[in-house]
């Protein structure tokens, strides 16, 4: 980053009990830096964004859980918007960009947070077993608020949507959260350990920031696609589960 940015803000004193030495807020950069990746969008710009909000909250002196919490807030606020007017946007009386760009930058930004949380307590030295738990159970909520908001979007836009494709997109599509988890365990293992370029440009589409910008276009651009990017996801995903339990059966097996 060029110098002058705010990415090389100066630090500024934060409270601290009377008589004890006065602690210096981290630079910004040192937020971004403390990031558990994502892939190569969400590096790019999920983590980056959430860096500035932790950065923001460290100011405020606000604890992980607010920003844990108002994750989960803009992002069930983002999908009931859209599960409210999907057959209003069906019928052409409600414009599809107006909600896909209220889904886009709602979903967005609470996944920015979702970053912001995980930063803001590693830097600040606030992690906890129980903020942990919170994260990941906010996590499940916003993303189940997500794919019935598109799975309502779906049925809106074409009624003889499949139940069993809606039920197995809302089964595969938390295989990315399961797996996230697991990651972050001692016994985690990758089945693709290249950072190449090339790579990374595959991972994309399993990137969570990448897969609902992708989803957030959809919805303004072309909302009947729904079902087919429905589709698209749960052969993805369930094909990953499928690697992932190959994978990991040939490693036990050992």
Known sequence: ??????????????????????????FLKDFFQANRGGGLFSEAVSQRLGAVFAYAAARLRLAPTVLTVANLLLGLAASVVVIAT?????????????????????WQIAYALDCADGQLARVTGQTSAAGARVDVLCDVAAQIAL????????????????VWLLAAFAGTWMVNLVTSVMQAGPNAASMVTSTSLPVRLV???????????VAGLVLIAAPALTVWLIAAFTVVNGGFLLASITFSARAALR
């Open 203 to 213: 991972k994309l589409i399993r990137d969570y920031g990448a897969v609902i910008f």
């Open 86 to 106: 999907a057959d209003a946007v069906a019928d052409g009386s409600v414009p599809a960009w107006l909600i896909g760009l209220v889904a886009l930058v709602g």
């Open 1 to 26: 980053m060029p110098s002058g940015s705010g990415w090389q803000n100066t630090s500024v004193p934060s409270a601290c009990p009377q008589g004890e030495q006065t602690v210096s807020t981290p």
């Open 147 to 162: 794919v019935t908001a598109l799975s309502a979007v779906a049925v809106a836009q074409l009624p003889e949507t499949p």
